[in-house]
């Protein structure tokens, strides 16, 4: 039992903040203007220049796709080197696009790597990795609880040698975007069929005819441009049967191996910015003076800083663990594990941010710090790829194994 | 002791939700969908067709002016019965103008009728209650944690017949509205006096020079329109000597006088905006199936659904004992029940609220059920007018008074 | 709507409260000190000198059966004018039956008033009234679920003119006390009948054959003597077939109806004790030096304090609506509100109790200042009479009703 | 980075868990009886026979002062390699002695191997670690708040070649113990230095005229015999000036290198004691019905067993890697992490004891399941060695730190 990361990771850490350093931190403010002004303009979802600019030079740094683990294709990383990097990545929330480490797109890479042909691979996967393209994941659907993935209706049915693809899919992240080329869609190819077997998974490349998106979905009044997350029509979609992942059926096994991975990210990330709300809130109560002291010397001030940095601390350990064991056991085994993390990170970094917004007076519900808008990515996460109750449920079910 | 509202209170109320049945509920897209074509069309700020419709409506029907207690001017409701009423309008957020009861004319016009010489309520006050003009509150300042009112910094400078004054203000809600034609300023007249004698309020007309509004604040992602939430510059504005309200050294007495009712008014808004979130929870718990039966049947649906009904309930008593004490007692007598209310329904309201959202999944945090709108207002008002910590501080204090 | 107690409640609050000042509050420590010599002497379920002394005292003062509500042979209070005098004598622990006002007898005495016949009224409930013995109630049982009462496995089976009676009970409280002559007891008449007409109750004189009380039942580390809480075991008991209350199959519907007043009392003793736990740490911490100022002024016990405050008004309206409720709709019609207190009083009083606790340092969970024992008591009423999860999800059912 | 433990500490585990089938879950009953008996006989402070007889065997296992790391009187581990067995013994409060590895002996030996003269560890270092007598740490006091450990009253004064001691101890756990032989005290050497130079450690052999120990004190009730914690006096008390450790004036300095092992001893015991409470909670769910189905399936359990499963797991590494910190940097630089886990264990602990309360109904506070006693010694270590807000504001300070 070792708690220090490793010198690759020691040296993949100093480079990567090196660049946040550079490049990241000193344009958050340039990035948000450019969104802006293209919302002025009329398009919040034209792709930035700046951020264009800045994939250029993160992968000249070798900065770039370093999710992938077990794949030449990537950078060479597990899931546990990775995930400290993803921690960084997280303190300024469009960074990981300048890395090519975006959600979802890495998910998508990742399914594709594992799941797809080589022709699949070819067409989709290679633009991917190159940053050139962008793509879309469509499996949760407004009609159903979608957080029990058997509820899913959309239907994907064979037709000579196509499928024909129908439904209905919301929370669609980045189909708003003119880069997003190709989806990975989700429905059911034999609702006859045993319940885990019903569904598939299948590429759909964006301009196939029937493809529509209706709308895009806002996060607390945030849209999230320039990426944002789409409702999307799916009407009688033709593609080639070739383009099914895996085989008919095989859709949950896909959505468990994918998801893995997608959820280590995406804490890593929330954790990042827990940290950076943490260091906010130490930095604004150091300064502001009320009833004759420092905020922070109130002590209920240092009750919070003090919880916020167990639960952080706790979280990461939690989440690094998750890591360890997918990439030595699988997530099969590590199934528990992971769905802990989907319920302890989220949770955790809403509170942390929640104080740190509470620290910050009216400043902190406003657009000037930034912490209303990460309070309401982590919000989000509470629910995207299932609700807190259906991962205890599943975690409270796991531990009861043992006793039966 | 009797926890049944009065005959009188049980009519209005009746009166009162016909009028939200009949107009406010059936508009609610529709008042969305004016504003939102407002913004479309280059400025969102405009103030909407429908309400100035249904302001008629609701005048005709005796519905206006309810608050304003122990003045023939007002309806003649005290705290206590006026309360009740805040609860419905709370239900939809933007019901509260079309009664000419929302904030912060509602505290502009208690103010300018317990303080302002005849000649300005002549002039500021009559167009108030008539709905005519809209007001502005210009106290908290982004410079200072004006949790601390004596923290203000702004400058209210007698020089002969006229006040000069400068300040930067923000969180003066209603600053964009295009009715606004006048703000209640606070500032310090004498910095050099004791503590509680420093601050000053005065009458400053919106279109007097040096006036400027810089910016509107979003909460969250939302910008509140066509309210919203302004940053506003005070240089070397001009207003005469007159306008000075109750005499200078006695701003803080207003602020004290001024807060007491607004607190009650939106704690009751909190709760019918909680009623309606746990409302909401319900009817979308019965009718979702995950895992094999309705949500609304799993334990955790039931416990929160509970607690939810428990924490509202409790809240409500709360508040209207408060605003019984403030009507009995008056607000000095009241100070700790107003500050406890204060505390604890933007509080329950975040609760019930967020326990909507996840009940929602995706759908909670987007714009279709209004449900992260809600949060991002009740999680406002935890920082409105003194942030938690701040009240609590002067309960705690309050409380042991007591056995000091 | 009045938050005001009646003027003949405030009479008998400003009686009590002078009978605690001089009665109660002074002979706190001689009452354990005195029940602590009978535990050395080798038996502490010795009815103690001082209690029946104060009976008397209390008695000739009028304070005497103030419980009992629509009956001649109470005190003429209705529930709502009962309760503020339940949370007085909840301030100290062993009080209540000083005014022959305690747990269980009220509850049984008051099943006895409205379901027993007049013989068995005259033999049990007048010498109850007389304070001259004492009584139990035997529902729980350790092998099921009791919270789910249609677990209940007891038998009550008619033999001629006789029921005998098999069963095993537990925290039937006061069975150790001597003075304890009978049982109400719970059983199944008819395990074949539906669902809520199982069940019956009858009354059992404590020295019938077969009849023998096991052991007491610790809570936390006090037997709660000379009190305590039996585990009771019922073989082959014999009783008259009179002795059945109301008729069989209707010991669920004497159940309901036993239990409201029962969880208004337990709920207003509760609460009580939390003022007295607040009170605690109030005065603890005022005179508490840590670096280098009073506790006190700790900003984190200003906000426990101020929630404290907080918890418990809002906990007492809900009750003493619930009691209005009792009083004017019935607890048939009050379920909701009666299963709400049950669950908000014990947590509140856990939480203000933990924080008096905390305040205390060592102290706290020690024998010196009560609170620990007070902290054991609250949390046994998370328990007792069924757990939270049951009356939470009793009060979710009632809610989502209204939508269905 | 890794997340196993070392084949050396698996292979303890292994022993370790081996003794505890063997030799203490079996007898756990047995003990509680014995001391039971001890009680009824009129002394329960007497040494059990089941504990000598188990220590031999531990002792001839090698099983046997696992702690003290970094001395060749240890047995070689290191904190991270002892932290683990420390969960093990947790999950039976009185199994730590068997293998002489309970406090307060623990610390007092890791102190005197510390700080003591070759002559004082020859005479108490020697039998304590033999197992032979007993120690106590006689430190905090009941005059004052000693968590602010500058707030220290007992004086220690030279008088030529010795020092005369006097004051007033409580919480010294053990004094009653009739094996306990020594105590370590700790009083101001010189109340003019400055304040964290005034206090000094001094070894005090048991049978010195004019200590005397008061009284036990008991903990929600329990009074923890046969070792229990003691409030002692110390009047002119006489001691060798060679008694003094380390030197005057390093109290302080010893109280913190003391204190870090002993946070991590406690920290990872109460880690096992929530383990169980968790096996127990989710055994007993399995097998109770209520409404229909066992209590286990209801959501409201799945949730707090994945909550229970969440919050353990991540204190478990928390606590490891402040093991791990002061095993590589030691103490000092490990400050933050020691404090907190301090934090982060106790209340973990009482948490998933509660909900295991909880689940059991009435007998969770009984004494049948050994939850509520479990709950008393987890509540209290958020008070022992400082309470949760001491502690806390440390972490608080701390981290503002890095932004001063």
Redesign the interface.
């Known amino acids: ?6 010198p690759k ?1 020691k040296e993949l850490q100093k480079r990567l903040n090196a660049f946040m350093d550079e490049y990241i931190y000193p344009n958050e403010a340039k990035f948000y203007a450019e969104v802006e002004a293209n919302r002025a303009r009329g398009n919040a979802w034209i792709p930035t220049v700046l951020i264009e600019e800045l994939k250029e030079k993160a992968r000249a740094q070798g900065l770039w796709n370093l999710f992938l683990p077990q794949s030449e294709r990537g950078a060479g990383l597990t899931n ?1 080197e990775y995930a400290p990097l993803c921690e960084i990545m997280g303190r300024a929330l469009w960074s990981a696009e300048v890395f090519n480490c975006s959600a979802p797109d890495t998910g998508n890479m990742e399914t594709l790597e594992r799941y797809a042909s080589e022709e699949l691979k070819k067409q989709w996967l290679a633009p991917l990795l190159e940053g050139k393209i962008r793509s879309c994941f469509a499996m ?1 659907e ?1 009609a ?5 993935a058997t ?1 899913i209706e959309a239907s994907i049915v064979r037709d000579g040698d196509e499928y024909v693809i129908n439904g209905r899919k ?2 669609s992240s980045g189909a708003n975007d003119p880069r997003c080329k190709v989806f990975i869609f989700m429905g059911k190819t034999d609702p006859a069929a045993e319940k885990h077997k019903q569904q598939s998974m299948i590429v759909v490349p964006r301009d196939t005819p029937g493809v529509t998106v209706l709308r895009s ?7 999230d441009a320039p990426h944002g997350h789409g409702e999307v029509l799916f009407e009688n979609v033709r593609v080639p049967a070739s383009n099914i992942l895996l085989g008919e059926g095989r859709g949950f096994e896909i959505a468990q191996g994918r998801l893995g991975p997608g959820r280590i990210h995406h804490c890593m990330r929330l954790i990042g910015l827990a940290e950076r709300a ?2 906010d809130m ?2 604004r ?2 300064t ?4 004759g002291k420092p ?2 010397e ?10 916020a ?2 639960l952080i ?3 990461r ?2 989440v ?2 998750a890591a ?2 997918m990439d030595t056991v699988g997530n099969k085994v590590a199934a ?1 594990e992971i ?2 993390i989907k ?2 990170a989220p949770n955790m970094a809403c509170q942390v941010i929640d104080w740190a ?2 620290a910050h ?8 710090f930034g912490l ?2 990460a ?2 990515q982590a ?2 996460l ?3 790829d299932g ?11 796991l ?2 194994k ?3």
Chains 1, 2, 3, 4 share one sequence.
């Not at 039992?1 to 490793?6: A, I, K, N, T």
């Not at 159903?144 to 029990?148: I, L």
């Not at 007076?361 to 000037?368: A, C, K, L, M, R």
Request: aromatic residues 12%.
């Open positions: 039992m070792d708690f220090e990361y490793s990771v546990l949760t407004p159903v609880a979608s957080s029990d509820n919301w929370w979905l806002p996060v607390f009044g945030y849209d943490l260091e130490c930095r109560t150091l502001r003076v009320a009833f905020v922070a109130q002590t209920v001030t240092l009750e919070r800083i003090a919880n940095r167990i601390d706790q979280a350990f939690l690094l663990n360890h064991m528990k769905a802990m319920v302890a917004i509470q007076g009216g400043g902190g519900v406003s657009g000037d209303a808008y309070y309401a919000r989000t509470r629910l995207a609700p807190d109750e259906v991962h205890r449920n599943q975690i409270g079910k531990e009861l043992k006793y039966k």
